[in-house]
């Protein structure tokens, strides 16, 4: 069985199955309760399947870009698992998840969530017969650049302030899915190890990171009051 992770938003989830059909999947809603609740959330899903940790044989993690606590926690709670079990360890964009969760055959989805000072994350993908298409890389956007560069996506996923967001759906001619609806969930993280293109093997684990997409806002801050990057920095103010 696997074992899927994902703390890229407030709105934490963990998923144990075979596939995203049979799994078994808790949430943790509030990003201070990440820390406390996510080892306890394994447990209630272990108990839940009537298993133990031997019955898992890998583990799934959202890698980001997002929150820098959820990601840091959820990267440290898969590492420790990871090393102690000698189990693989796969990966995959928390954009690629919001977008997976909403998408049809043949759509292309464009996914974005706040990257604050009015910027968005942003990914767009394209879904197959089983194969997943990396349409737009994740990276940081300004909303008006994202409408130029002419997506056509058929859906548009994901969170966003309400200025940005409205530049979105007017530019693309498309409503965003919010809320539930548009946000990862680890079943649907457990399921893109299904697909071609949907995660990726994190070979060696020592000294892997999450991709937080910028650094957090109290790093950032810093570096720009100081004019220099914070010791062992994740990435530099933008």
Do not use: C
């Not at 969760?101 to 000072?117: D, K, S, W």
């Amino acid at each position: 069985m696997r074992l899927a992770i994902e703390t890229a938003t407030d709105r934490a989830s963990v998923a144990l199955g075979g596939s995203a059909a049979d799994a078994v999947e808790r949430t943790i809603a509030g990003a201070r309760r990440h820390a406390a609740e996510l080892l306890p959330a394994i447990d209630a899903l272990l108990r839940e399947r009537r298993v133990g940790l031997a019955a898992v044989t890998s583990i799934v993690l959202s890698d980001g870009p997002g929150s820098f606590t959820g990601l840091r926690v959820g990267a440290a709670v898969a590492k420790a698992l990871v090393q102690a079990r000698e189990l693989p360890l796969w990966i995959a964009p928390s954009l690629l998840v919001r977008a997976r969760g909403v998408a049809r055959p043949g759509e292309t989805v464009l996914a974005v969530a706040n990257a604050l000072r009015g910027e968005l994350y942003a990914a767009a993908y394209r879904f197959g017969d089983g194969t997943i298409h990396e349409v737009l890389a994740p990276s940081v956007y300004r909303p008006a650049a994202l409408v130029e560069l002419r997506l056509r996506p058929d859906r548009l996923v994901g969170e966003a302030p309400a200025v940005e967001a409205r530049v979105l759906e007017d530019g693309l001619e498309r409503r965003m899915i919010t809320g539930e609806e548009g946000a990862p969930r680890a079943r649907v993280l457990l399921g893109l190890a299904d697909e071609d293109g949907g995660v990726a093997r994190v070979d060696p684990v020592e000294g892997w990171h999450p991709e937080y997409g910028r650094p957090a806002e109290a790093q950032a801050r810093w570096e720009a009051a100081h004019g220099r990057p914070l010791p062992d920095s994740v990435g530099h103010a933008g």
